[in-house]
């Protein structure tokens, strides 16, 4: 796969690391990658945009899927994940997370990951939608995120890994053949280097989470802007799946002008019994699905939303009033906490809750060990597509398969390294262009470009809509892209401007494939085309950028991914 020549116009990098693999992303994926390469004995680096313990990771309540209960299996899992992927997903890819990941959690606690046990010592499982069995692990009630980052974070500064916090990566760096030779990345101000500079690697790995902040109302943290997406994607890589969007079901409502990161409450609460109802106190769900308020995702946002349709109301009620006040402080504190500082008590009231953007099911494509369709550059977490989650994540899979890819990622460069395919090569990036080929858009087209998304591509999209998206996303670009042609102009370099256009950038691309899919499958819900089509669209939707910008899709012959490598008969 070629490189597209497009860079984020930026200075030039002023100072510069060498290592032999740099980890992007400090959550669950880029921090277990890490510790594996350096186990390993490779150099490695990572870089986060925020500070170590700030990214999505340790916002994830409800726990880790694995099959760790006397009379679970891995084939239980696996069957409970194919089934909430609607056709999509890749068995083979499944078969990996859920056989691996019981292994990938034990040697998670092992690094000093403590979860919740009953008085036995075992460790305590729930039930989250979609699954059949009790095979949530779970930390501090509903705060295993963050149990799970501090302890990620503690084993990394234990070994003392090299990190470079409050860095925005900018684009990957290539050597002359096309293959990765690192990144360059900017550092906000707090890190060890100010300024644009870059880490030389041959091996890359990007772990930078999702891009939630293209919607309106997100359960993502603000850093969560799809940087890894578009510097994939304007590196030549393939993208995959983009219009599979989880919105999850329960986010605390704010109001309807709210935006920005909403509070989240979990999925756990209705796996121990909370209700979804309306104002009169009817359960809609009963009736909808076998597993009622525990059907998956998208099943339970599109329920919500059809029930706020019909009662022309723009939320709904998770009531979990039967719990008691003990069993809120004990099991959910974090969420008893959040809805209390917004003037709720769930112990007496129901909460009102709607959906927003969570989880980006697809992402920059991978094959079964993490590698993309650009030689050296890796992804792993929520930023890739390995083909676990199909059209809709199942609940609590996310930090399983952060943990397992991650995992095999370091073996494939350890491995590498080992052959000397990376060890002998010392990466030598193509010098950097002095005239920016992207034009950069201004801060305040992010809040447009949100509500373009919001309105056009939620949770319910159709022809009309997507039509009017794509075309108010195009205006947006068009006009960066003119005063760029024409004056030679374009938004001053800086994390807001960064941010914004690569938040155009994803939006184009989900648009695209939103367009494309005409069917509702999983978390895509076109309400002109109401119904699965598994003859013509049980197919992935492909993505790339082009040199001169435009997007470049095209749907897979099966519901398998093509290779991300040609056969040595191809070579």
């Not at 990345?185 to 870059?198: S, T």
């Not at 969560?224 to 994939?232: E, H, I, K, M, R």
């Not at 670009?477 to 950038?505: F, Q, R």
């Amino acid at each position: 796969m070629s490189a597209t020549g497009i860079r984020l116009h930026a200075p030039a990098p002023g100072w510069s690391l060498d290592a032999d693999v740099v980890v992007v992303g400090s959550g669950v994926a880029g921090l277990t990658a890490a510790l594996r390469c350096s186990a390993a004995g490779l150099r490695t680096v990572v870089v986060t945009k925020a500070r170590l313990d700030d990214g999505s990771t340790r916002w994830a309540q409800g726990g880790i899927a694995a099959a760790l209960g006397e009379g679970d299996t891995p084939e239980q899992h696996l069957d409970d994940t194919l089934v909430a992927g609607v056709g999509l997903c890749d068995e083979e890819a499944v078969r990996t997370l859920v056989t691996e990941g019981p292994g990938a959690v034990r040697r998670l606690i092992e690094t000093g990951a403590h979860f919740d046990t009953g008085p036995e010592g075992a460790i305590e499982l729930t039930r989250e939608g979609g699954h059949h069995r009790r095979r949530i692990a779970h930390a501090g009630g509903d705060a295993t995120g963050a149990e799970v980052s501090r302890a990620l974070v503690e084993a990394v500064r234990a070994r003392g890994i090299p990190t470079v916090e409050n860095a925005l990566v900018l684009d990957l760096l290539t050597d002359a053949e096309g293959r990765t030779a690192g990144v360059s990345l900017h550092v906000m101000g707090e890190g060890q280097h100010d300024g644009v500079g870059a880490v030389h690697a041959p091996a890359v790995v990007l772990a930078t989470g999702g891009m939630g902040q293209v919607f309106s109302a997100t359960t993502n943290p603000s850093v969560s802007t799809g940087d890894g997406v578009a510097l994939a994607l304007r590196a030549g890589a393939e993208v995959s799946d983009l219009e599979f969007v989880q919105f999850h079901p329960t986010v605390l409502f704010l109001g309807a002008d709210a935006e920005g990161q909403q509070p989240l409450v979990s999925e756990a609460v209705r796996g121990e019994g909370a209700y979804l109802v309306d104002a009169d106190g009817v359960r809609f769900m009963v009736g909808q699905h076998e597993l009622a308020e525990l059907a998956p995702r998208d099943i339970v946002a599109k329920g919500i939303t059809r029930r706020m349709q019909e009662r022309g109301t723009d939320h709904m009620y998770l009531d979990a009033r039967h719990f008691g006040a003990d069993m809120w402080a004990t099991r959910f504190p974090t969420i008893l906490a959040a809805c209390r500082a917004h003037g709720i008590d769930p112990v007496t009231e129901p909460i009102p809750v709607a959906p927003a953007a969570h989880y980006a099911s697809g992402g920059v494509r991978t094959d079964p060990h993490g590698r993309t369709t650009v030689p050296g550059l890796y992804a792993c977490g929520e930023v890739a597509c390995t083909g676990v989650h199909g059209a809709n994540r199942l609940a609590s899979n996310s930090l399983l398969e952060g943990l397992v890819y991650a995992e095999r990622i370091a073996a494939d460069i350890t491995a590498e390294h080992a052959q000397n395919t990376l060890h002998a090569r010392v990466p030598h990036p193509v010098t950097h262009p002095e005239t920016p080929s992207h034009p950069l858009l201004p801060p305040e087209a992010r809040f447009a470009i949100q509500r373009v998304m919001t309105e056009g591509a939620g949770v319910l999209r159709s022809a009309d809509s997507l039509t009017q998206a794509a075309a108010r996303l195009a205006r947006i670009h068009a006009e960066a892209a003119g005063a760029l042609a024409e004056h030679g102009k374009t938004a001053e370099p800086g994390v807001d401007t960064w941010e914004t256009t690569n938040l155009l950038c994803v939006a184009r691309v989900l648009v695209a494939a939103a367009q494309r899919r005409e069917e509702t499958r999983g978390c895509h819900w076109r309400e002109d085309h109401a119904d699965r089509d598994d003859e013509t669209w049980r197919r992935h939707i492909v993505v790339r950028l082009n040199p001169d910008r435009t997007l470049a899709a095209h749907t897979t012959e099966t519901h398998d991914f093509p290779p991300t490598r040609p056969s040595p008969q191809e070579q």
